[in-house]
């Protein structure tokens, strides 16, 4: 999902040797590795982090004497790398003389700075025109915050859980009740396929046209529309499940199915009139009705070592054998943090974020 920007004031810790390079050092930032210039920085340092994929303006890329290492056509995009066999990610800087900043700070405005976003991917399954009636009900999923730069959502010893993050689509499934089901992508619902005859009919859930639509795909499993069905009682109006439609014809990380030759689906929340339910509850009623989840990786004590070493490694899915890209992880049981809403956090894969796979990204709407 879509993320807010945050370029940070931070403290350099952890600064050691680089042991492929005379003229670098490592050190960290948040959740991230870097290599600097050896001796600019020292541990407990101050400084500005720039993430990966931020925009940075050229004067200051230019005052800062980096507009050369920048990527993209404008020479503005703060990048990630190996140097020298070690991972490094984003850009810190110099606090500016004639500023009183502390660590936390968030200073993305002072630098005019902007977040890069994949491209848009073309709509898959059109957009739905309007409805006044139905769609007020239907939210936006979850914008979902990089936990290695948002590092304190969890504390140390709660108890969550960390699923792999299925490289695919975000889908919205679900049924407005007295209105009618609907399928949708982060922020748009979309037209229900026609069957392909004169009529014009709505597609039926067994019609090749359902299963050859992106967003529409889902509603295919009788394992779906029992689990939907299931919510259809007592004070319930909204009933949304949300989960990840993937494959070769989605995104460069086919799962072992190829473009051309269909999707697979996994699903990773529901919620009932805008209230999530708990893991365990979600998982309860996904087991009863058959409907496949997203893998689960770990389940225990939060511990944020713990979690950047499940971020890396081969997807947990049957049949595909590449590298995952990396990790969401939540509370057994919702709340909300102060900082990012929902507490939840994504945790991407070092392995995957410097992959070809991170560069041929899209994005939906």
């Keep these: 999902m879509a993320s807010n920007l945050l370029v940070p004031v931070v403290r350099v810790e952890n600064v050691r040797a680089h042991g492929n390079a005379d003229a670098l050092e490592l050190c960290d930032v948040l959740g991230y590795q870097m290599a600097v210039p050896k001796g600019k920085y020292k541990t407990g340092d101050l400084g500005v982090y720039f993430p990966a994929d931020t925009l940075l303006p050229a004067g200051w890329a230019e005052q800062f004497g980096v507009r050369s290492f920048l990527r993209g056509k404008e020479q503005d995009r703060v990048g990630k790398i190996r140097l020298r066999g070690e991972p490094s990610f984003g850009l810190i800087a110099s606090i500016p003389e004639g500023v009183s900043w502390a660590v936390g700070d968030n200073v993305a405005e002072y630098f005019g700075c902007k977040k890069y976003e994949p491209p848009i991917r073309a709509n898959a399954g059109d957009a739905a025109p309007r409805n006044e009636k139905m769609d007020p009900f239907l939210e936006r999923y979850t914008d979902i915050q990089n936990g290695r730069i948002y590092t304190e ?149 939060y511990s944020f070592g713990k979690m950047k070493e499940l971020a890396d490694g081969n997807t947990m899915l049957e049949g595909a054998s590449h590298i995952r890209e990396g990790i969401v992880v939540k509370p057994i049981r919702e709340r909300v943090d102060p900082k990012v809403g929902r507490a939840v956090v994504k945790i991407i894969g070092t392995e995957y974020d410097l992959s070809k796979h991170k560069e041929k990204d899209t994005t939906d709407i």
Excluded at 266 to 283: P, Q, V
Aim: one cysteine or more; a negative charge.
């Design 153 to 301: 959502v969890f504390f140390a010893g709660e108890e969550v859980v960390a699923t792999e993050k299925i490289h695919g689509t975000n889908v919205r499934l679900g049924i407005v009740r007295d209105m009618d089901i609907f399928a949708a992508s982060m922020s748009v619902r979309r037209k229900r396929p026609e069957k392909r005859d004169v009529t014009g009919c709505p597609a039926e859930f067994d019609d090749s046209e359902m299963a050859a639509n992106t967003y529409w795909f889902p509603w295919t499993l009788d394992s779906v529309r029992d689990l939907i069905n299931s919510f259809c009682v007592g004070a319930n109006k909204v009933i949304v499940l949300y989960g990840e439609v993937f494959g070769g014809s989605i995104q460069s990380l086919d799962y072992g199915i190829p473009k051309g030759k269909g999707f697979g689906f996994r699903a990773f929340d529901i919620s009932l009139d805008g209230k999530y339910l708990d893991w365990t509850e979600f998982e309860r009623h996904c087991r009863q009705c058959g409907v496949p989840i997203v893998p689960v990786l770990y389940c225990g004590p």
